[in-house]
């Protein structure tokens, strides 16, 4: 107990958002360049970081957007509480309804090309379920999923392929707020948490050699990421976080 206490206070919680403004977070929104806002998706609002589309013209057109944070990190708990709100898009992507994510492990947001949907990175994945009708049978959707834009991991000690992973963690339905953890540990062992829960665990992040924006990303012909940076998602259905913190490892 007491090395647990002298950890925790050696590597305290760091706020990378501080309640009041996106100080420290750059916007890239596919189309626009770095740093334009387009739309204003990404504000904030009594304490939290709001990605809403009132300013679209009621159209998502594929914009999907990326709020990175100033500085990448290789060896970090994060912690971030969001929940889903009101209704998706019409033209939105059928999977992107309440679905929205973190990328770590990104590429830095200055070699993100104009037109690039999502940085190479992976994925932290957040979906959510509408609420529960009376009289309806519930609909199971899995949160702190796994997906690999330009990426790969070893899941089960074998290379894992497949774009998106499900976690076991339970449904999280309505408007209810989620706590998502995810440990990384530079090119080794990163692990989801969902309300206190492990959910899920993989191992060897790593650029995918097929993909043609991660190619311009390996060194040397090593694969493995070791570090990269943070970004919350915009995929067309609105979601808030009210904290976003992160302890180093």
Known sequence: MIALVAAATLNPWIPLFNGKDLDGWTPKIKGYELGRNYGNTFRVRDGKIIV?????????????????????????????????????????????????????????????????????????QFLGAPQIPPTSKPLERHTGNLCTPGTNVVLGGKLHTQHCTDSTSATIFGDLWATAEIEVHGSGKIT??????????????????????AKGLIKDGDLLINEGTISLQSESHPIEFRKVELRRL
């Open 192 to 213: 989801h948490f969902i309300n206190g829960v492990k959910v899920l665990e993989y191992e060897q992040p790593q650029y995918d050699p097929n993909d043609a924006d």
């Open 52 to 124: 809403a589309y009132d300013w679209y013209g009621g159209k998502f057109a594929n914009k999907f957007g990326h709020l990175f944070y100033k500085e990448p990190f290789s060896h970090y708990r994060l912690k971030v509480e969001y929940r889903f709100v009101g209704e998706q898009l019409p033209d939105g992507p059928g999977w992107a309804y309440r679905n929205s994510g973190v990328m770590v492990h990104g590429q830095d947001p200055k070699t993100i090309r104009l037109d690039q949907d999502f940085p190479v990175s992976i994925e932290f």
